[in-house]
């Protein structure tokens, strides 16, 4: 096997990474003092100096059940060894894919009946996004093409999931977004936006549109790449709901980050009773070991597919959709969750988290807000808690956080100036609250 070992040289491997290697979010100056990380282990990443982190945003919010668990190594290799490959296009089909989907119906908000898998979170928005508007097009009503997203939603990279997202560096640097789109304010509720308030937006951008030219709204439950958990009011997405089924207009509930237990439930749909019409989901589903994704269609949506001809079909279509060895992983992902009570454990400890926090940071002048659902949590920071002032972007907070954080042994991300915490849902307690009093310390150096 190609060795990786850091015997090679870690400082060998920074070079070449500055030669051949595109990040996501490319730039060099964040290379100036990377970390080269050379192994998992639960809740911990390790660095080629043999330093040791807690992974407190579980990777990129995928690593539901930490790193590296010998179950899901044994599920991929067992599904390797019998079928690494078999399409699931027309007439193919695989008892990985089959029991995954069969699995998924059972634990998806009700009414969700159907899945396609991708291999990730951004096609599966392409996916939701292209499924609206097809299913409007087979009903007869092909001018319903317009997509309804939110600002400070993320959704993805690709063309049509950057053009739904509502973080502008995400999409104007890359052109114009694709015709077709528009977006409104979501509801933050420290800073003055409300449910009511939110959903009102809504109704009033599907008139101003046109509900005969709306086809979809898509929002995450939990604003998180984009917004930096964002928690919305109790009454938000029952109004959305409401509001969706009064003009026709498909509600696509984008769980990648908050799906597979991570808000204390299955989904976080089931906070609010919602049925969405299309469910997306990726990250947690195979606990971050292998990349998949996918989308779920209520049982409306699933009859518009059984109903047109043959050659009027839902002709989307990806190569690895339905790839045995991540659906075996992910089934593996699903039985451990279940199995280890991980989605209860997840609203416990969430609880918790966000108990320590409020107590070693109340008083602080400069933390704005904490909130969270289950183990996602945010921390708002502000330059000034009377006004709620944001930081100048020359004060760099993210990059400040981001050293001290280190410093403590933690490792996440900052968003829209609040510091996001998503530790593996199966994270020992005791670490749960050294992470809590790693990040109190934390805030308390920078400030
Ligand atoms: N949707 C949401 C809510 C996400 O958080 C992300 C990624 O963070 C995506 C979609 C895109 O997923 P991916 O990066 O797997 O393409």
Redesign the pocket.
């Known amino acids: 096997m190609t060795s990786l070992a850091p015997a090679d040289g870690a400082a060998r491997w920074v070079e070449a990474d500055r030669l051949h290697l595109l990040h996501p979010q490319h730039h060099p100056a964040d290379l100036a003092d990377p970390i080269l990380w050379v192994a998992g282990e639960g809740v911990d990443l390790i660095d080629a100096a043999g330093n040791r982190y807690l992974d407190a945003l579980s990777g ?2 995928n690593l539901h059940l930490g790193h590296g668990r010998p179950e899901l190594v044994a599920a991929a290799a067992a599904q390797m060894s019998r079928l690494a490959f078999a399409t699931a296009y027309a007439g193919s089909t695989h008892p990985a894919v089959i029991a995954l989907a069969e699995r998924l119906a059972a634990l998806a908000p009700p009414g969700i009946e159907a899945f396609f898998f991708t291999n ?3 096609d599966a ?1 392409d996916s939701a996004i292209r499924t609206a508007r097809w299913v409007w097009r087979a009903r007869g009503r092909p001018d319903k093409t317009i997509i309804l997203s939110r600002d400070l939603s ?4 690709t063309v049509g ?1 950057a053009s739904a997202t509502g973080v502008a560096e995400f999409s104007d640097p890359f052109g114009p977004r694709l015709p077709g789109f528009a977006r409104i304010a979501p509801p933050y509720p420290y800073r003055g936006l409300d449910g009511a308030g939110a959903a009102a937006a809504l109704e009033r951008a599907i008139l101003d549109l046109g509900p005969d030219k709306v086809a979809a709204f898509i929002a ?1 439950p939990v604003l ?2 984009g917004g930096g958990v964002i928690v919305p009011d109790a009454d938000y997405f029952p109004r959305v709901r409401e509001i969706c089924d009064r003009y026709d207009v498909l509600l696509i509930l ?1 769980e ?2 908050t799906g597979f237990g991570r808000t204390g439930r299955w989904f976080a749909a089931e906070h609010w009773g919602l049925r969405p019409d299309i469910l997306q989901f ?2 947690g589903i195979t606990g971050g070991h292998l990349p998949l ?1 996918g989308i779920g269609v209520s049982a409306a949506i699933k009859r518009t597919l059984e109903s047109v001809p043959a050659e009027a079909r839902w002709w989307h279509g990806l190569t690895s959709s339905g790839h045995p060895v991540a659906c075996r992983v992910a089934l593996e992902t699903i039985r451990i969750i279940a199995d280890e009570g991980l989605v209860e454990r997840s609203a416990r400890l969430g609880a918790r988290l966000l108990d320590r926090l409020r107590a070693g940071l109340a008083d602080h002048p400069q933390v704005g807000e904490v909130r969270g659902l289950g183990l996602l949590a945010g921390i708002e920071l502000v330059a000034d808690r009377a006004d709620r002032r944001r930081f100048p972007a020359a004060f760099d907070l993210a990059g400040r956080l981001r050293a001290a954080l280190r410093a403590q042994g933690v490792v996440t991300r900052v968003v829209n100036d609040t510091l996001c915490l998503a530790p593996p849902l199966t994270i020992p307690e005791d670490r749960l609250d050294a992470l809590a009093d790693a990040v109190a310390a934390a805030i308390g150096t920078v400030f």
């Open positions: 990129m919010w990730g979170g951004s928005t993320y959704h993805g990279s999931a995450e998180g790449g984008d990648v980050i990726a990250k994704g």
